[in-house]
């Protein structure tokens, strides 16, 4: 016999998902920098001991 699941709706209101995004977005721009700048980084170094 197949067992019922039972689903608990919960109300979403625009600033919980606006909060979410924003605190995705914030990580994403921090990855971005911080890989941008790694980048920089090593490629500065590769010319240095390269060249």
């Given amino acids: 016999m197949a ?4 689903y608990d709706f919960v109300e979403v ?3 919980d ?4 995004r924003s605190h ?3 990580g994403f721009t ?3 920098t911080w890989s941008t ?8 170094l ?3 001991f390269l060249v």
């Avoid at 067992?3 to 039972?6: A, C, D, G, Q």
């Avoid at 998902?17 to 979410?20: K, M, P, Q, Y």
């Fill in 3 to 6: 067992e019922k699941e039972h």
């Fill in 13 to 15: 209101s625009s600033a």
């Fill in 17 to 20: 998902i606006l909060a979410d």
């Fill in 24 to 26: 995705g977005w914030d």
């Fill in 30 to 32: 921090r990855f971005v």
């Fill in 37 to 44: 700048g790694a980048i920089i980084v090593v490629l500065a």
């Fill in 46 to 48: 590769m010319a240095f």
